[in-house]
């Protein structure tokens, strides 16, 4: 079965709404730090999603990303089922890497709450380096 996958992609920043649940947060109603990484994955997940672009479907064409770097930035609190925005955004594509930047927004007043980033290397089936397939890059690089 042939994979397809787009020409490029068109959209380098997308958003979406996160509700903080009562399991990711401790006995404060404060979500737990260990949460953010698994949001901002959501946050890349569906960046590829809105170029059209299923993860399943990159690994079925033997493309990996694995985080190679990630820093977070913790601003303010984030507490129990308070709506947020997560802003991401892909900031930088090279041969092996790409990387994101990562806003979360109190959805209210659009306070910024946590920033983050991360570096995502390239690898191939084997787990070896590979390049960033010509598809990753946006259409003006």
């Known amino acids: 079965m042939e994979i397809e996958l787009p020409r490029y992609t068109a959209i380098q ?6 509700v903080p649940r009562y399991a990711e947060t401790d006995r404060g109603g404060v979500v737990h730090h260990s949460v953010f990484p698994v949001w901002f ?10 170029n059209g672009i299923v993860y399943k479907n990159l690994e079925a064409a033997g493309v990996f990303f694995v985080v190679a770097e990630l820093r977070i930035k ?13 802003e991401t955004t892909c900031s930088r ?18 306070l910024l709450l946590t920033e983050g980033w991360s570096v995502l ?5 084997n787990r070896t380096v590979r390049r960033v397939p010509e ?6 690089a």
């Open 93 to 110: 594509v090279t041969a092996a890497k790409v990387e994101h930047t990562y806003r979360l927004l109190r959805e209210r007043d659009g």
């Open 135 to 140: 598809f990753m890059y946006p259409p003006d």
């Open 121 to 125: 290397a390239c690898l191939d089936a």
């Open 74 to 86: 913790y601003r303010r609190p984030v507490f129990y089922d308070e709506p947020l925005r997560l």
């Open 41 to 50: 994955e959501m946050g890349r997940t569906e960046l590829l999603r809105a």
């Open 13 to 18: 920043s997308h958003t979406i709404v996160v």
